[in-house]
């Protein structure tokens, strides 16, 4: 069950401003700025954790030996299944309009592999394809209750969705984590995600996202925890060049070397980079084109090999906020959402640059 | 009332969710711990026995690209049937033959920088790898005295047509050591016509030995346990080097064996995936006509 413990909440939407820019602000334009205070201050922050916040609603709990007979079980699972078979019967909510200043909501999908695809021109390029398995709406916070809990001051009203994705067993989780999901009628899940929305973004609990939220051509950008690579030393983990293997070296071929300046600077500047844990830390991939979505799988292929994480871990994926890349009023997206279960969706969905494999060969 | 205590009950746990990967801190160090093998989960309930008959023989051998990668970090087996639909995609459209390290094949690819946008290719296939859309062989050919050696993605749309000009095996699984190798062991005429072969007779193993050139080499071809090198003419100590490199207890690790294979339930998984398309397959593999001039190899 450790894979429920990782299901912590963790905020996207705007990227946080860097300690360079907010000290432009108060600094104004006319001071340079010299960027080593924010690396070396930054490199003492701890980045990795091994359990998630206190405040987080547990989610494992104890398992005993209830030695059920095989009819009583049998009825258990019945019972589930026929609790969730339908979603909760309430009121539609209004669907908002999409302006030039809307965010929607992102999805949760999972890392199932890399394999390449061809343009029309012939270009080569890997992509990487990405399942979005499951999800489903879980809450929308209002602005006035996420201004409780603002963590920094914003300009713009934003609301939150919390998305899920990927069910588990009721009987699996603690009865904390369980009631989180009443709300939304759906079986508890695996990861869960916020994302910052506009109001006019929000949608009913309950409602299932799918790969049609995006279309090919859309640019995103995910986030994820890379892989995990250990301790590594100074050449892996910083790309340093390491020293000759023969040429009358001793033993230091592939050390760090000298790591003081000298002189007025006696000590070791703090960042100084060294051996260390390599790999398990959010990165955020920005402006990825989505190149093919195939809507019977759920499936998006993604630009490039590189999203962060390894075969079968989760990525969050959301309109891209670069400003060269966002969407305009000539293709807005689906807003709120695609709602699939409604309006037919093509199976396989291709960029228009894409070559399709059941196309004649380029000539 | 009755579902909400159902709801609540502490129940024991069901082995489908328990196969889900539920388990397992993310290992710190690639090598610290030995790779997870991912469960096999049948897609099909009964008649295994007759499933495992229901391969052809030659299935691995012939379309060796349909087998995924064996290493279980990368393998996701909803990838590996998109994968494949993709590949059969592309074949319905342009036929790949059935062909052998060791046979000559001519190669039309869409070029825009030459004449007439085509371009043709002809060589002897010397090595081949890659699994799914990534699979690659290489052809090499002697033009104008210059060995030329060219590599193909085999599910490139830029492929017009591959062609076997000449479909034999050899006596090893790679020819690389053709570039050390006498220039005329290399050399095939760009216009050479197909040979044709008869349908179901089996794939002709040309037990042709090749002469290297003098030594400086890039390899060292004596450790290689190669078979069609003539001999190779070096010094004793060559030889004695070579068997001190010698790893004779590799043919018994089975687990390195099992860690190179996909096991046959998933490969008879694989095969009845694409058993619809296998007629199809199979009908652009050879010609259907018979062999008219016997062919005389040197």
Not at chain 1, 38 to 51: G, I, Y
Not at chain 1, 220 to 228: L, N
Not at chain 2, 238 to 245: D, E, I, Q, S, T
Not at chain 2, 265 to 292: G, M, N, T, V
Request: glycine residues 8%.
């Amino acid at each position: 069950m450790a894979a429920l413990c990782g299901s912590k909440i963790v905020v996207f939407g705007r990227n946080v401003a860097s300690f360079s820019s907010v000290l432009q602000k108060f600094a104004g334009p006319a001071v340079s700025l010299v960027c080593t205070t924010q690396t070396r201050s930054m490199s003492r922050v701890k980045r990795r954790h091994t359990q998630p916040p206190f405040w987080l609603p547990k989610t494992t709990r104890t398992r005993y030996p209830e030695n059920l007979t095989s009819e009583n079980e049998a009825f258990v699972s019945e019972v589930i299944a026929d609790q969730y078979s339908s979603p909760l019967k309430s009121d539609p909510w209004e669907r908002g309009v999409w302006n030039e200043k809307s965010l929607r909501c992102g999805v949760i999908a999972k890392k199932i592999g890399i394999y390449p695809l061809w343009t029309k021109d012939g270009t080569r390029l890997l992509t990487t394809l990405l399942q979005v398995s499951d999800n489903h709406v879980i809450k929308y916070i209002p602005p006035e209750e996420l201004i409780e809990h603002r963590v920094k001051k914003r300009k713009r009203e934003f609301g939150a969705l919390i998305i899920g994705s990927d069910s588990a067993d009721p009987r699996m989780v603690t009865k904390e984590y369980f009631n989180m999901f009443s709300d939304s009628g759906v079986l508890p899940k695996k990861k869960l995600s916020k994302f910052l929305i506009t109001p006019n973004a929000k949608l009913a609990p309950g409602t299932p996202l799918y790969a049609s939220h995006f279309r090919p051509g859309y640019y995103v950008d995910i986030a994820g925890v890379t892989i995990d690579r250990g301790f590594q030393g100074v050449m892996k983990r910083w790309g340093f060049k390491g020293m000759p293997a023969s040429h009358g070296v001793t033993k230091s071929h592939r050390r760090g070397g000298n790591i003081g300046s000298g002189g007025e600077k006696a000590r070791v500047l703090p960042g100084q980079k060294m051996p260390g844990h390599m790999g398990r830390e959010r990165r955020i991939l920005i402006g990825l084109k989505i190149w093919r979505i195939n809507t019977h799988h759920n499936v998006l292929w993604v630009q490039g090999p590189a999203v962060p994480g390894s075969t079968g871990s989760y990525v969050y994926i959301y309109d891209s906020l670069i400003s060269s890349r966002k969407h305009t009023a000539e293709n807005p997206p689906p807003f709120p959402t695609s709602f699939q279960d409604e309006q037919e969706v093509e199976e396989e969905l291709y960029d228009q640059d894409l070559h399709v494999f059941s196309h004649p060969s380029i000539s | 009332m009755m579902a909400g205590l159902a709801r609540m009950r502490i129940l024991s746990l069901t082995r489908q969710l328990a196969s889900l990967g539920l388990g397992g801190r993310r290992h710190t160090g690639s090598s610290a711990v030995p790779a997870k093998v991912l469960p096999y989960r049948k897609t099909r309930g009964d008649d295994d026995d007759v499933n495992m008959q229901q391969i052809p023989d030659d299935f691995r051998v012939v379309f060796p690209e349909f087998l995924p990668d064996p290493k279980p970090e990368w393998r996701n087996r909803l990838r590996e049937k998109l994968e494949r639909q993709d590949m059969l995609a592309r074949r319905a459209v342009m036929a790949i033959p059935e062909f052998y390290v060791g046979s000559i094949m001519g190669v039309t690819v869409a070029d825009p920088n030459a004449s007439g946008k085509i371009n043709r290719f002809v060589g002897i296939c010397i090595q081949r790898g890659g699994t799914g859309l990534r699979a690659w062989f290489i052809l090499r050919n002697v033009i104008d005295h210059q060995g030329i050696e060219i590599l193909y993605e085999m599910y490139s749309p830029l492929i017009n047509n591959i062609e076997v000009l000449r479909l034999e095996k050899r006596l090893d699984d790679e020819l690389l050591y053709l570039r050390d190798a006498l220039p005329e062991y290399s050399t095939f005429p760009l216009d050479m016509d197909p040979e044709l072969i008869q349908e179901g007779a089996p794939v002709p193993v040309n037990h042709l030995k090749v002469q290297l050139k003098p030594r400086p080499w890039h390899e060292r071809w004596e450790r290689k346990n190669l078979q069609g090198l003539l001999d190779l003419g070096l010094p004793e100590r060559f030889y004695k080097r070579a068997k001190l490199h010698e790893k004779p207890w590799e043919k018994f690790d089975l687990m390195k064996e099992y860690r190179a294979t996909i096991p046959e339930e998933e490969q008879a998984d694989i095969f009845r995936e694409i058993s619809p398309h296998y007629e199809q397959l199979e009908a652009s593999r050879r010609r259907a006509k018979r062999r008219r001039t016997k062919i005389i190899r040197s």
